[in-house]
Nanobody, 116 residues
Framework: QVQLVESGGGLVQAGGSLRLSCTTATSFSINTMGWYHQAPGKQREFVASVTNDGKTNYADGMKGRFTVSRDNGKNTVYLHVTNLKPEDTGVYYC???????????WGQGTQVTVSS
């Protein structure tokens, strides 16, 4: 299976920045890794993803303040967020999809709270 562990969340002031990390432990070769955001009381929404060969994809309106990147050698995907806003508050979930699979594996999520 695929295990993912996120880190980097916490309490941040509006206007600040942070970098979330997600590391996988698996024997499978991972194709796509990415991030979702779940604001309080709302559904989980796609933020960004990156493939094994570095192709990135962002949800509408996310490119600019959000940057997804990946270190294949470390089996880690990152999400760098700048100019944080209170609406960025919520749980950020990392996911990974192995090659030839149609199922995504998820991390436990990391909480980000942006104070105004």
């Amino acid at each position: 299976q695929v295990q993912l562990v996120e880190s980097g969340g916490g309490l941040v002031q509006a206007g600040g920045s942070l970098r979330l990390s997600c590391t996988t432990a698996t024997s499978f070769s991972i194709n796509t890794m990415g991030w979702y955001h779940q604001a309080p009381g709302k559904q989980r929404e796609f933020v960004a993803s990156v493939t094994n060969d570095g192709k990135t994809n962002y949800a509408d309106g996310m490119k600019g303040r959000f940057t997804v990147s990946r270190d294949n050698g470390k089996n880690t995907v990152y999400l760098h967020v700048t100019n944080l806003k209170p609406e960025d508050t919520g749980v950020y979930y990392c996911y990974a999809r192995p090659f030839t699979w149609t199922v995504d594996f998820w991390g436990q999520g990391t909480q980000v709270t942006v104070s105004s």
